[in-house]
């Protein structure tokens, strides 16, 4: 027997179920398809968020990779006390748990007119509304000397895996008293705190390892994420801002990096300067993944514009973007947007496809650096939709780690570790 | 700005409390208000923790209320 308060409870539960049989949509439910490119945060948790708000809605998630490799975790395997195989994320839960549809391959092209996607093996894949997450790729044509062809000599592992183990290799093969060089790139990029918490967990190897050694960050900034919870943490941990700090941060906004001498790991800015490197990690300025350049979602800036309250491209209905590839700012680009992104477009996809009244939208980040292998930082943001549709900071929200005592920053560390763990399982699982 | 669903609220919890939030009801079961005292305590610093002070504050009393009902009613 169900009591009135549980069937109270269930059907207010159930009630995308109960509506789906009861009422004409445009799509009738059988036949509603979304299919969803790339297979990161943004992709593989707008995937599982539909089908559990509405499982009679077919989702075909499309990616070349067998299995995924999180870019959040993989600085912590320069400092050598993560592996890279434990960033390995199978895709094999979306099917089993979720029912959501995998074909591992690469996306040719996208036609918005017929609403149809061609895949490298020429196979065309129907969809109603389509789901753009594809991430980022380089702007090469900025740099002279150096392009995706010789990443194997000078890695960005801007994209976790093989990229990640090589600038990792370079690291151990580096004599005591080297120097890495960091470039740092323009805004907007992936992950705005990465390059320093890159930095950290360099600083935090050679320490150990080889301690006469120097990293320094050529940052086309002059500001960055976190700045000063960094600066005072390496000036704790690394002697940064001494005659013996491990960590230098040169701001060169107006002097950029215009040639790579790849044979001699130097590079050669605006004005001349010359900067050798042991190691040189070169972090290229970004844009959009070239399948949003060759669709026509992007503007001049090469990212993707959209309306913020459905995420739906500005320039080719029934399309949505999220995650890096989409124009959401002030929401930095980061894994954990990425999640909120999609859960934001999941509703917005379900209620369009049943024509639901469209909901309220809301975004969390929150976004964790190590500093050491045991003290971290963290910064955090709430956000709306304002009256103009334009997504805004809530006032009072969010900011970052309150102090910097030691025993705060050990929680942080633990609570990074953590956050890696449940972003992963939301995202994945 | 209009109040965002409980819902909706709910699902950005999940980003970081996925797990525990589904196993509310079998390991510890939560009053809603009990939980509503807990995230209003975090908003107006009643109660610290190195994150939630953070993030609270970006709700309405009303939206911390309505996913308070929602978590502790769906699970």
């Known amino acids: ?429 | 700005m209009a109040d965002v669903s409980g819902k909706m609220v709910a699902y950005t919890c999940y980003s970081c409390h996925g797990e525990q939030l589904t196993n509310l009801k079998s390991t510890q079961p939560l009053s809603t208000i009990s939980l509503r005292n807990t995230l209003l305590a975090f908003k107006y610093d009643a109660k610290s923790a190195s994150m939630m002070n953070r993030i609270a504050k970006g709700f309405t009393d009303n939206e911390l209320m309505a996913v308070a009902t929602y978590i502790t009613g769906s699970h």
């Open chain 1, 1 to 429: 027997m169900i009591s009135r308060r549980q069937f109270m409870h269930l059907s207010s539960r159930s009630a995308a179920l109960w509506l789906t049989g009861c009422h004409k949509r445009a799509f009738n439910s059988s036949s509603a398809h979304v299919v969803i490119i790339g297979g990161g945060f943004g992709g593989a948790t707008a995937a599982k968020m539909i089908k559990q708000l509405d499982s009679s809605i077919k989702v075909t998630l499309i990616e070349p990779k067998q299995h995924y490799i999180t870019c959040p975790g993989s600085n912590w395997v320069l400092a050598g006390f993560k592996k890279i195989e434990s960033l390995n994320v199978s895709y094999q839960q979306l099917l089993s748990r979720y029912d959501v549809g995998i074909i591992h391959q690469k996306v040719a092209t996208i036609n918005p007119e017929k609403h149809y996607v061609t895949l490298s093996d020429k196979q065309k894949i129907p969809y109603d509304r389509l789901i753009v997450s594809p991430g980022i790729d380089f702007r090469w044509e900025l740099i002279e000397g150096h392009d995706n062809s010789t990443s194997h000599l000078i890695p960005h592992a801007w994209k976790a895996g093989i990229q990640t183990t090589l600038l990792k290799n370079q690291l151990q093969a580096m004599k005591n008293g080297g120097t890495v060089v960091i470039c740092a790139p323009p805004n907007p990029f992936r992950c705005p705190p990465g390059p320093y918490e890159r930095a950290s967990m360099i600083a935090y190897y050679l320490k150990q390892h080889k301690p006469k050694s120097k990293i320094i960050i050529l940052d086309a900034k002059s500001q960055f994420s976190k700045q000063q919870l960094f600066f005072k943490s390496w000036e704790k941990h690394y002697g940064f801002a001494s005659n013996n700090s491990m960590i230098e941060w040169h701001s060169i906004p107006d002097n950029p990096i215009r040639k790579i001498d790849i044979k001699n790991r130097q590079l050669e800015t605006d004005f001349g300067d010359i900067f050798k490197a042991d190691v040189l990690n070169y972090i290229p300025t970004q844009k959009a993944a070239n399948i949003a350049h060759t669709a026509g979602l992007c503007d001049e800036s090469g990212w993707c514009p959209v309306n913020h309250q459905t995420s739906e491209s500005t320039l080719h209905p029934d399309i949505h973007v999220i995650g890096d590839a989409s124009i959401q700012n002030p929401i930095p680009k980061s894994a954990f947007a990425a999640n909120a992104e999609a859960k934001v477009c999941a509703f917005a996809v379900v209620n369009l496809l049943n024509q639901f009244e469209a909901i309220e939208p809301l975004w969390v980040n929150t976004c964790y650096s190590l500093i050491t292998q045991e003290q971290g930082i963290s910064i955090a943001m709430v956000y709306k939709l304002n009256q103009q549709g334009k997504i805004i900071k809530v006032t009072g929200a969010g900011g970052v780690t309150p102090n910097i005592a030691e025993a705060t920053l050990t929680i942080e560390a633990n609570n990074a570790k953590r956050w890696l763990k449940t972003i992963v399982m939301d995202s994945f699982k």
